[in-house]
Structure formats: structure tokens, C-alpha cells
């Protein structure tokens, strides 16, 4: 019985020692891609609030009186905000729209230079 017991014990050490080793290599193999995972959720992070940014500017110039938010077009790179239009509008309505771009959590930067005004 003390054999098998120094036995057991044993084998139990040698596997706790092999699957350091192996875990230490699992390790040092998936480091690079959980980099390269930490890069593409910065991107995918970004995405999202350009994403977010471009809707609540378009959603706040839609419901705002005064303005023909239907027609201003809007994109969103990095924070940065292009309002841009097709319909000409006045340079009140221009600045209004860039005022409330510019209160919108997240906007870095506002160009109206797309806008069309009379």
C-alpha cells in the first residue's frame, strides 16, 4: 500500500510538471493574438462610437425645429463629424447644425464645408 501511495504521488508530480510546461507554452503562443484582440476591439470600439456619434447627430438635427435635417448628410471618422447637404441651406441653419454637432459627446471636430449655403 506505501508503494502504490509513493506511486500515486509520483505520477501526480509529473503530471503537475508537464502541464506547467504545456500551459507556459499555450501561454507564449496565444500572447501575439491577444494583442492583434486588443487591436482590432480599439477599432471595433471606434466603429461603434462613430457609429453611435452619427446617429445621435442625425436623430438631434431630425427633431430640431428649423433646420431640414433630412437633407444634411452625415459621417463620422475618428470622432470627426462631415455634415454635407444637397439642398442648400441658410448660414443660420449652418451654424445651427454645427452648434449642435459639436455638443454631442464624443465629436472631436465638426466640417460643414459639404453644406450648401444661400
Known amino acids: 500500500m506505501k508503494k502504490f501511495a509513493i506511486t500515486a504521488a509520483a ?5 503537475l510538471t508537464m502541464a506547467t510546461g504545456a500551459f507556459a507554452q499555450s501561454t507564449q503562443a496565444t500572447q501575439a493574438p491577444m494583442t492583434l ?5 480599439t477599432k471595433a470600439k471606434e466603429a461603434t462610437s462613430d457609429t453611435w456619434i452619427t446617429t ?3 436623430s438631434d ?3 430640431e425645429k428649423g433646420i431640414p435635417g433630412t ?3 452625415v459621417e463620422t471618422n475618428k470622432g470627426v463629424v462631415s455634415l454635407s447637404s444637397t439642398v442648400a ?8 447644425a454645427v452648434d449642435i454637432t459639436k ?3 464624443g465629436v ?4 460643414a464645408d459639404g453644406l450648401k449655403a444661400e
Not at 90 to 95: H, I
Not at 108 to 111: G, I, L, N, P, T
Open 11 to 15: 505520477a501526480t508530480a509529473l503530471t
Open 56 to 58: 445621435k447627430v442625425k
Open 103 to 105: 455638443k454631442i459627446k
Open 71 to 73: 437633407d444634411i448628410k
Open 89 to 96: 441651406v441658410t448660414e443660420a441653419q449652418k451654424k445651427m
Open 108 to 111: 472631436k471636430a465638426v466640417s
Open 61 to 63: 438635427l431630425v427633431t
Open 37 to 41: 484582440a486588443a487591436g482590432e476591439m
